[in-house]
Nanobody
Framework: QGQLIESGGGLVQAGDSLRLSCAASGRTFIGYAMAWFRQAPGKEREFVARISGSGDRDYYADSVKGRFAISRDVSANMMYLQMNSLKSEDTAVYYC????????????????WGQGTEVTVSS
């Protein structure tokens, strides 16, 4: 089995930028759709963005559209989330996930998950 490992989280101020990374190890996720989810304290895990296996299609939650950008380096088995104009409501643990099929926003459609990286945005 493979692993997804997130990195890049931290404490930033509102308006700052942060770039999260997700590295796949132990297996290839080439061809897999990948996504970012987040979970704020006391809230359910929510969809943030997804990207197709080839990286040519993406989709964002309304709450991050225009501020976040998802990308992937297929050859390096890496995925990224560039987060700009961060707001306090972006504070959460961010998870990367993989699915054999592109097109889902529901967490249960993803069968591989990382452990998460924490992002805290102070206002």
């Amino acid at each position: 089995q493979g692993q997804l490992i997130e990195s890049g989280g931290g404490l930033v101020q509102a308006g700052d930028s942060l770039r999260l990374s997700c590295a796949a190890s132990g297996r290839t996720f080439i061809g897999y759709a990948m996504a970012w989810f987040r979970q704020a304290p006391g809230k359910e895990r929510e969809f943030v963005a997804r990207i197709s296996g080839s990286g040519d299609r993406d989709y964002y939650a309304d709450s991050v559209k225009g501020r976040f950008a998802i990308s992937r380096d297929v050859s390096a088995n890496m995925m990224y989330l560039q987060m700009n104009s961060l707001k306090s409501e972006d504070t959460a643990v961010y998870y990367c996930a993989a699915s054999a099929i592109y097109g889902f926003n529901e967490a249960h459609k993803y069968d591989a998950w990382g452990q998460g990286t924490e992002v805290t945005v102070s206002s």
